[in-house]
């Protein structure tokens, strides 16, 4: 169900963490924020100008490169893995804002590949796949929950905004029991207020494959199951900005 609200966060909202990138370098000022681990001199850079500031981080992905891969697979992206601040736990209830910029993206064209370039995650320590992501998929931006086996549209046709700043907020109870939700809203170019899109209720929003003792978030570029050979498209490059954590416990 698609709701409007207000851009403003509750009274009762704490920011745990900001990642601006106003300090013009890669962990934005931020000690022990996790920077890329692909290799490529441009896998990930500070760019001007920013969403509301000065300063932006790019990350960018060449299928068959071994110098855009980490861990094996084609990505460059940020964490925070490694900052309490940054870490989410069961019991919490959190928001997660973040802009993002797709950068001269090539749209999605009949008969072309259809798999998804996942921009933003809520990600378990311990090799486990995502709580959730948010992922470009043909020409939609969509959130997907692996655990739960659902799928939502949140932009119906992002070729508008390719270039432009879009904005995007992810509010998570996260439980063990079904007790609880994904509430997952969108601020286009043009729109002065959030929009809520949808939300996920009732559900078990903690549920780690293998023994994780905490999350986080990432950012960036993750290219799974695509290749020069599928006929994906063989560059992406996506920038972020203004990524915010609140407490809303």
């Given at each position: 169900m698609t709701s409007h609200v207000t851009?403003?966060?509750a009274q009762d909202a704490a920011e745990a963490l900001r990642v601006d990138y106003e300090s013009g370098t890669l962990n934005s000022g931020v000690e022990?924020?996790?920077?890329?681990?692909?290799?490529a001199p441009d896998a990930s850079g500070v760019v001007q100008p920013g969403h509301a500031g000065s300063y932006a981080v790019q990350h960018k992905v060449t299928l068959g490169d071994p110098a855009y891969e980490s861990n094996g697979a084609p990505r460059s992206e940020s964490a925070t893995d490694l900052l309490e601040a940054g870490q989410f736990n069961v019991g919490d209830i959190q928001r997660y804002e973040f802009s993002v910029l797709l950068k001269d993206w090539k749209p999605y064209e009949p008969g072309d590949s259809?798999?998804?370039?996942?921009?933003?995650?809520?990600?378990?320590?311990?090799?486990?796949?995502?709580?959730f992501y948010l992922m470009t998929k043909r020409n939609e931006v969509a959130f997907r929950s692996p655990h739960l086996n659902k799928q939502t549209t949140?932009?119906?046709?992002?070729?508008?905004?390719?270039?432009?700043?879009?904005?995007?907020?992810?509010?998570?109870?996260?439980t063990t029991d079904e007790t609880g939700y994904f509430k997952v809203s969108a601020?286009?170019?043009?729109?002065?207020?959030?929009?809520?899109?949808?939300?996920?209720?009732?559900?078990?929003t903690y549920q780690p494959e293998n023994p994780a003792d905490h999350g986080y978030i990432k950012w960036g570029l993750y290219r799974p199951s695509e290749s020069i050979e599928n006929g994906d498209v063989p560059?992406?490059?996506?920038?972020?900005?203004?990524i915010r954590i609140f407490d809303l416990s």
């Open positions: 851009s403003e966060v022990g924020l996790t920077t890329t681990h692909a290799t259809e798999s998804g370039d996942i921009i933003f995650q809520g990600k378990y320590a311990g090799g486990n796949v995502p709580a949140v932009v119906p046709d992002l070729r508008p905004y390719i270039n432009k700043w879009m904005n995007f907020r992810v509010d998570a109870r996260w601020q286009l170019p043009g729109q002065a207020d959030y929009t809520q899109i949808f939300s996920y209720d009732n559900v078990r560059t992406r490059i996506v920038q972020h900005d203004d």
